[in-house]
C-alpha cells in the first residue's frame, strides 16, 4: 500500500539554525499538509498545500516557517531560525482530494537545543 | 469557534470487551470525520470515517456513529484486543480546504 515517508525520523538543531523537514507524499495525492504534535499533546495544523500554494495556514505558522513542493514528488517544511518551543513531532500528510482521508507519514522528531 | 473534544482521556479495558471512544464537536458546519489511531513513535492511522449525510458507518470490526443533534461521535471496538491499544483521535473537517482539526485524544489501554 503506498505511504506518506518523511526524513529525517530525528533531527537534532540548535536554536537559531534552519532545518529542513522533507517528505513524499502518496503519489496521486494532490493535497500537502504539515502537522505537528508537541509531545503529550494533540495534533495541530500547520499548513496545507494545493496546486502550488498555500491553501491554508494557523497561527503557528508564521514568517519563519515555509513550505515548498521543489519537484513532482518532494514537499519540504522549513523552519528559518528555530526556538526550543518548535521541539515536537512534524508530521507530513497527503489527500487525494478534498472531504477524503489524510494519510500520514511517521514523522520527523525535532529537538532544538 | 472551532473545537474538537473527547470526554475521556484514558479508557482500559479487558481483552475481548466492547471498546466505545466518545468526542464532542461544536461546528455545526463540520461535515466530515475522521477517526484516527495513533501508536507510540508513529504517525496518525486512518481507521474509518463518516460523512455528515451519514448516522452510522461499519468497518472490520469498528463502527462510527454520527449524532448531528447534540454534535457527538463515538466509535466502537468489537472484541478490542491487545494490537488496539493506542491513543484514538477524532477529528473534522469543514470547508473546502481539507483542514483536518484534530481532537485532544483518549488513550485506550486493553488488558489480557
Known amino acids: 500500500e503506498p505511504e506518506v515517508t518523511q526524513t529525517p525520523s530525528h533531527q537534532v538543531t540548535q536554536m537559531g539554525q534552519e532545518v529542513i523537514l522533507r517528505c513524499v507524499p502518496i503519489s496521486n495525492h494532490l493535497y500537502f499538509y504539515w502537522y505537528r504534535q508537541i509531545l503529550g499533546q494533540k495534533v495541530e495544523f500547520l499548513v496545507s498545500f494545493y496546486n502550488n500554494e498555500i491553501s491554508e495556514k494557523s497561527e503557528i505558522f508564521d514568517d519563519q516557517f515555509s513550505v515548498e513542493r521543489p519537484d513532482g514528488s518532494n514537499f519540504t517544511l522549513k523552519i528559518r531560525s528555530t526556538k526550543l518551543e518548535d521541539s515536537a513531532m512534524y508530521f507530513c500528510?497527503?489527500?487525494?482530494?478534498?472531504?477524503?482521508?489524510?494519510?500520514f507519514g511517521n514523522g520527523t522528531r525535532l529537538t532544538v537545543t | 469557534g472551532e473545537s474538537v473534544g473527547l470526554h475521556l482521556p484514558t479508557l482500559s479495558v479487558q481483552e475481548g470487551d466492547n471498546s466505545i471512544i466518545n468526542c464532542a464537536y461544536s461546528n455545526s458546519a463540520s461535515d466530515y470525520f475522521i477517526w484516527y489511531k495513533q501508536e507510540s513513535g508513529k504517525g496518525p492511522q486512518f481507521i474509518i470515517d463518516i460523512r455528515s449525510n451519514m448516522d452510522k458507518r461499519q468497518g472490520q470490526r469498528v463502527t462510527v456513529l454520527l449524532n448531528k443533534t447534540v454534535k457527538h461521535l463515538s466509535l466502537q471496538i468489537a472484541a478490542t484486543q491487545p494490537g488496539d491499544s493506542a491513543v484514538y483521535f477524532c477529528?473534522?473537517?469543514?470547508?473546502?480546504?481539507?483542514?483536518?482539526?484534530f481532537g485532544a485524544g483518549t488513550r485506550l489501554a486493553v488488558h489480557p
Open positions: 500528510a497527503s489527500s487525494e482530494i478534498a472531504n477524503s482521508p489524510l494519510h
Open positions: 477529528a473534522e473537517i469543514s470547508g473546502g480546504y481539507n483542514k483536518l482539526i
